[in-house]
């Protein structure tokens, strides 16, 4: 899907700010292991898909909430 045929675009950069979208095919619900997105942060954590869902955090459980993310690292 285009970017551009999304109606709510705004939404769309508001969830991926705090989100990753993970496209996947999976029929079952699937645990995978994820890194922390946030810079210097080498945690990993495990995430599960769920069929029909594509949004999933982005941070591990530690930077999560906002202040901890600016925080120095
Ligand atoms: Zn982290």
Redesign the pocket.
Same mark, same amino acid.
């Given at each position: 899907m285009l970017s551009g045929e999304l109606p709510a675009t705004g939404l769309v950069e508001r969830v991926a700010l705090g989100n990753r979208l993970v496209p996947h095919n999976y029929s079952v619900p699937v645990d995978r292991e994820m890194p922390?997105d =946030?810079p210097g942060?080498s945690?990993t954590f495990v995430v599960r898909l769920i069929p029909g869902q594509l949004v999933y955090p982005r941070?591990?459980p530690? =930077?999560r909430p906002r202040h901890r993310r600016n925080l120095p690292t």
């Open positions: 922390c =946030h942060c945690a941070w591990c530690f =930077h």
